[in-house]
Nanobody
Framework: QVQLQESGPGLVKPSQTLSLTCTVS??????????WTWIRQPPGKGRDVLGA???????YYSPSLNRRATISRDLPENQFTLQLASVTPEDTAVYYC?????????????????WGQGTQVTVSS
């Protein structure tokens, strides 16, 4: 059974770096041909794809983040991590990790078959 679980701080101050980890069980994140993806949903808005790391270890990012994001992985721990630099209150959202069936930086619900439960991140001083 595939499971994903996000972890990280719920409150981050403006200008700091947000760091979230997704722990995956039931499948290796190196398994072909999945894309391990970070998605967020700001309050009152739709979901946006932030980026993904593929089975080969290559990372892909949404241009809307202006190069603030870094996605990496830890194979022995079967985890992948999002770091988002220089956060502002506009980065306040529920953050999800999900398993993508293909690489798509535009959100399409059908592209994802397993999700974490989501974690609320608030950017505030």
């Amino acid at each position: 059974q595939v499971q994903l679980q996000e972890s990280g701080p719920g409150l981050v101050k403006p200008s700091q770096t947000l760091s979230l980890t997704c722990t995956v069980s039931g499948v290796s994140i190196a398994s072909r041909y999945y894309f391990w993806t970070w998605i967020r949903q700001p309050p009152g808005k739709g979901r946006d794809v932030l980026g993904a790391i593929g089975y080969s270890g290559s990372s892909y990012y949404s241009p809307s983040l202006n190069r603030r994001a870094t996605i990496s992985r830890d194979l022995p721990e079967n985890q992948f991590t999002l770091q988002l630099a220089s956060v502002t209150p506009e980065d306040t959202a529920v953050y999800y990790c999900a398993r993508g069936l293909r690489l798509n930086l535009n959100y399409v619900e059908q592209d994802y078959d397993y999700w974490g439960q989501g974690t609320q991140v608030t950017v505030s001083s």
